[in-house]
């Protein structure tokens, strides 16, 4: 079997969690400031990143300490991983799924015109690689007094010029190191925050509202969202083979390239100096016979996320509301991730291929 995607853990993160655990302090401590100053220099954060559980209670804990309000509207993509909606309910907001173009861009137009008394922030997704449409979004935003909240979850290491990094435009931006991500730390997320007292205020919210670890008096009221010195340590021992693992995923990107041959199919290909792919995607209009292909000969693919309106749970629902998915629902039917491993090797991407080209 080969699958669509899987970490690539050397023996250098086996020898930091073991250390780890050696060391007997597996909460959360010296490896979690590691993880978070080695997240702050790749992506050039101006303060220390703030460790989180997850990238979901991230999001929520963002919009909380941000001051959202019950009935507030949060404007998110209509095509992204439910985290992107849940969040916004968990935090009393709204959801508003406007459509997007074929990057996986909010429309601008559509941004504009939903926008409300009831508008609260915008939340766009770095998707699949790409650095979104942030710094068009941020100027609505400053123009509506709104706040940007990037949700970039797939947007580790994910840069537009080497210099400017996905979560690194608006207020406040999200990474996630789930397992499936370009690195990762098994669970895991990261708050980017520009604003020192915002990046304070978001520290004592994950430590049950306390600003001091190891007292019982809590100043503000906060959840348990820390995370732990075990994730940390695989966390900052992947990171720190960050160009190697983008490396290689850029090889496999090249290899794909030159090898494809199917028609009516176009590689995903990120428009960046320093791509870092994530998930190698191919757009196509016989993507049903590809992944059924992929399937019979035990190749792991991925659809993109379905289109928000479509999900089983939102349907009749009044907690979200839906603008348009047009483009949306069109990327779903044509977009298909492919094995995308860095631990790949060229005998398992050419297998790939000669299955796609003769699908």
């Known amino acids: 079997m080969i699958n669509q995607i899987e970490p690539w853990i050397g023996e250098s993160e086996i020898k930091e969690v073991i250390n780890c655990i050696k060391s007997t302090f597996v909460t959360e401590g010296s490896y979690t400031e590691k993880f978070e100053k080695i997240v702050g220099k790749l992506h050039k954060t101006?303060?220390?990143?703030?460790?989180?559980?997850?990238?979901?209670?991230a999001l929520y804990a963002s919009l909380k300490v941000l001051g959202i309000k019950p009935g507030n509207e949060v404007i998110i993509p209509s095509i992204t991983f439910i985290a992107t909606a849940n969040a916004v309910i968990m935090a009393g907001g709204i959801p508003v799924c406007v459509d997007?173009?074929?990057?996986?861009?909010?429309l601008v137009n559509q941004v504009r015109k939903v926008i409300n008394s009831k508008t609260f922030a915008i939340m766009p997704v770095h998707l699949y690689g790409h650095f979104c449409n942030a710094e068009e979004l941020l100027t609505i935003c400053n123009e509506n007094s709104l706040?940007?909240?990037e949700d970039a979850s797939q947007g580790i290491g994910v840069t537009k010029d080497g210099c400017l990094y996905a979560g690194c435009v608006g207020e406040i931006g999200v990474l996630s190191f789930y397992g499936n991500k370009f690195v990762t730390s098994a669970q895991g997320g990261m708050i980017i925050c520009k604003d020192d007292f915002v990046a304070k205020k978001?520290?004592?919210?994950?430590?049950?509202?306390?600003?001091?670890?190891?007292?019982?008096w809590h100043e503000e009221i906060g959840f348990n969202f820390c995370t732990s010195d075990l994730h940390s340590a695989l966390g900052y021992s992947q990171l720190s083979r960050f160009e190697e693992i983008r490396n290689r995923k850029y090889e496999i990107f090249e290899f794909y390239k030159k090898n494809l041959e199917c028609d009516d199919l176009k590689l995903d290909e990120i428009e960046s100096n320093y791509p870092a792919y994530w998930f190698i995607s191919i757009k196509t209009k016989k993507l049903k016979a590809i992944e059924n292909a992929l399937e019979k000969?035990?190749?792991?693919?991925?659809?993109?996320?379905?289109p928000l309106n479509l999900q089983p749970c939102f349907k009749g629902s009044k907690i979200i509301k839906f603008i348009s998915s047009q483009n949306a629902e069109y990327l779903f039917d044509t977009y298909l991730s492919l094995p995308s491993s860095a631990s790949l090797s060229n005998d398992q991407i050419s297998k790939i291929c000669d299955v796609i080209n003769n699908s």
């Open 297 to 306: 000969n035990n190749i792991g693919s991925r659809r993109a996320f379905p």
């Open 100 to 106: 997007v173009d074929k990057n996986f861009n909010m």
């Open 202 to 216: 978001l520290k004592q919210f994950k430590n049950h509202g306390r600003l001091k670890k190891g007292t019982f």
């Open 46 to 57: 101006k303060t220390q990143p703030i460790a989180y559980a997850n990238a979901t209670v």
């Open 147 to 149: 706040h940007l909240i």
